[in-house]
């Protein structure tokens, strides 16, 4: 018998070696197909874009006769300069229609979270429902939706509520119909946080003297702050990029700085000015992000 | 010192009137009629889906009662929103503010009332649970134990008129159990505030309340000290309930000097007459498996004036405290019976002819159409049932 088990205990052992060995290299394996496609659809493209952002024109003052690689940092210099009411603009527009997206998707989210019961499904299939059908038809609907003739108009002008007795082609059209492309960006995280919440945790705060709205203030909406930071950034960092809502529904006074770039490499075709404006509206957006995650603090969070 | 300045105000008795909650066709709670004194350990214990809870939650303003009022003191506070009661609760699994350290968890009800200095109260009473050195740790980096005393200190700290507990210690392993038993005692004799305690665990319910309700089907079956509703047991599922019973359906023969003698399967059996929890001629007697002696048949030894039966033991566990044992009577029923193992002598062997008896003063008389089964533990009982075919067989 003693002679058995040590030498078992060795062949258990190289097979165990082998199978570490497996095992160490499975999370590679796993990560390949996503690392790949990353390479290739996105470093690649954002160092070609880079270089492209740095080139300069072959004939000075002639883009039609294309360009060569070079060093113009100065095609960054004229971007902000020449376009820098465009960013403003970007971050301001997508800034309030992600506060609006907010606004609206909280308490739905509430809702279906604490009170939908057996609702809930068919709540949330209706939140995602809009998916079902193109970004773009949508907001040629809301075209529709917002038209000086439409209904929601005159009920607002007979209210005597609209500045310019219009909404389409204003600003507050271009941040109406940003809000409501991105609302179940903002929808889903946000119920999802909240559906994690312990309902008993929300009692408890009403137990200790805290009113159903102090409840919220110091109980839920902090347990919830994971979601808001998932759906506010969900919302803020495609709508900041977005040029379909700013062509469709605002005037030419309303362009933001997707129009821009779009117009920029489709149009005018100066490619260096186009990628350079990417690049920028890349780095204020991170920037952006940075800073909101990190004064939201979610790493605090449980 | 400092630990028996925690209450101030004038601590108030606990009323429930009438008390009834209904989900739908559901009965939860029914007309419950229910005075907790002033500073009382009270435990309301029943199997899960009693109304228990239910009655627990109302009393904090988390359901709302269907009739009925709950006063505390003179106060009818059955309106009022949970925020405004002077009731604090302990939830099932602590509820403790994930976001927020302990400090703050424990200071949040005296913030919500505008209370400014906090930070004193706040040290006293993590004091009183021990936990001074976790002020700064989030819930999640504690223990279950620890979690629990932080849920009980931010409840205490109200210094409510009426502290509720919901199964406290339902999420705990059994020495932890056992250890935070003694410390909530210790602190509910500190503190002084009346204590209302839910649980399913009758062990707990006897260890630390001053009085036992046993709650079941909506209703209170017996409320009484721990000792006086295990002693005397009113009806069946407590009896079955809150510890075991062996019981025994008969007739009543004579009524005699406060005694009542009953006839069951050609034994006569005596129980006193103030045990007897009914009038009726039908009666089920009962006795606890430990007050019972089992002795061999042939060395019985003098047994005059004790309720005597006679079986073979089909079962016998020594578990080095006691021996116990089932005996099997002439018309099949099986006895329960906990023998301390006083001398080696007593022990009885598998399959010996046994003779058991008891004192008359252990007897108690239930009423003859209970359910005998009421309150018998569900597994304990699928146990038996399916051991009853192989008998057969």
């Known amino acids: 018998m003693p002679a058995v088990v040590p030498s078992a205990a060795t062949a258990h052992g ?14 590679y394996l796993l990560l390949a197909p996503g690392l790949g496609w990353l390479a290739v659809f996105f470093v690649v493209p954002l160092f ?8 300069v024109p072959l004939v000075e003052g002639d883009p039609d006769q294309g360009y060569t690689q070079g060093f113009a940092v100065q095609n960054y210099v004229n971007a902000i300069t020449e376009y820098w009411p465009q960013f403003l603009k970007s971050f301001l527009y997508a800034g309030i229609a992600t506060l609006l997206a907010l606004c609206i998707a909280y308490p739905l989210a509430y809702f279906i979270a604490f009170h939908a019961g057996k609702w809930r499904n068919i709540m949330l299939i209706l ?9 773009l038809i949508r907001t040629y609907a809301w075209k529709t939706i917002l038209a000086d003739q439409s209904p929601v108009t005159q009920f607002l002008n007979a209210l005597h509520l609209l500045p310019d007795d219009r909404i389409l082609n204003t600003p507050l059209a271009v941040i109406t119909g940003i809000a409501y492309n991105f609302l179940p960006f903002m929808t889903l995280p946000l119920y999802a946080a909240l559906e994690r919440i312990d309902f008993r945790l929300i009692e408890a705060g009403g137990d200790l003297y805290g009113s159903a709205w102090t409840t919220f203030r110091k109980v839920t909406f902090p347990l919830s702050l994971p979601g808001v930071v998932a759906g506010t950034l969900l919302t803020f960092i495609p709508a900041v990029g977005d040029f379909i809502n700013a062509q469709l529904l605002g005037s030419v006074k309303d362009k933001m700085i997707g129009n821009v770039i779009d117009s920029q490499f489709r149009i005018v075709r100066d490619y260096p000015m186009a990628s350079a404006l990417s690049f920028l509206l890349m780095a204020a957006t991170l920037t952006i992000v940075f800073l909101y995650i990190r004064r939201a603090g979610t790493d605090d969070l449980v | 010192m400092a630990r028996t300045q925690v209450v101030t105000g004038q601590v108030e008795d606990l009323h429930l009137v009438g008390l009834t909650k209904r989900f739908g066709t559901m009965t939860a709670v029914d007309a419950l009629d229910l005075t907790i004194p002033a500073g009382s350990f009270f435990a309301l214990l029943g199997p899960s889906g009693c109304g228990k809870t239910t009655t627990l939650r109302m009393v904090a303003g988390l359901e709302d009662p269907t009739e009925g009022a709950i006063l505390i003191g003179e106060q009818d506070v059955t309106q009022l929103r949970p925020y405004q009661r002077p009731v604090n609760t302990v939830f099932q699994s602590y509820a403790l503010f994930p976001h927020l350290d302990i400090f703050e968890n424990v200071a949040f009800g005296l913030r919500r009332r505008g209370i400014k200095d906090v930070k004193k109260p706040v040290e006293d009473m993590l004091e009183l649970v021990e ?7 989030k819930p999640g980096q504690l223990s279950g134990g620890q979690q629990q005393r932080v849920a009980v200190a931010r409840a205490l700290i109200n210094q409510p008129d009426v502290l509720l507990l919901d199964e406290p210690l339902g999420a705990l392993d059994l020495k932890l159990r056992r250890q935070m038993q003694i ?19 009758q062990e707990e319910a006897m260890t630390m309340a001053d009085t036992v309700a046993v709650m079941n089907n909506g209703r209170i079956e017996q409320m009484g000290s721990p000792v006086d509703i295990y002693e005397n047991p009113r009806t069946a599922f407590v009896a079955n309930f809150l510890g075991q019973s062996n019981l025994l359906p008969g007739q009543v023969v004579g009524r005699e000097d406060g005694v009542t003698v009953i006839s069951a399967h050609n034994a006569t059996f005596r129980i006193p007459t103030a045990r007897v929890a009914t009038d009726g001629d039908s009666v089920v007697v009962g006795v606890r498996p430990e007050k019972v002696t089992v002795r061999a048949k042939d060395r019985a030894g ?5 309720n005597v039966l006679e079986g073979v033991v089909t079962d016998a566990s020594f578990t080095g405290l006691s021996t116990q044992y089932l005996v099997r009577t002439a018309w099949g029923q099986e006895l329960q019976v906990f023998s301390q193992n006083l001398s080696a002598d007593d022990i009885v062997r598998l399959g010996d002819d046994v003779v058991v008896s008891w004192d008359p003063i252990h007897s108690f008389g239930l009423d003859g159409a209970s359910d005998l089964h009421a309150g018998m533990d569900k597994e304990l009982l699928a146990l038996q049932s399916g051991d009853e075919p192989a008998q057969v067989g």
């Open chain 1, 127 to 135: 939140v995602v429902a809009p998916f079902f059908c193109s970004f």
């Open chain 2, 302 to 306: 003098d047994l005059s004036g004790r």
């Open chain 2, 131 to 137: 936990l001074g050195a976790m002020a700064r740790r």
């Open chain 1, 14 to 27: 190289s097979d165990e070696a082998t199978v570490r060995r497996s095992r160490r290299s499975t999370p």
């Open chain 1, 48 to 55: 070609a874009s880079l270089a492209t952002s740095l080139q």
């Open chain 2, 183 to 201: 410390e909530l005692k210790r602190i509910q004799t500190e503190v002084g505030i009346t204590f209302v305690h839910v649980t399913h665990d």
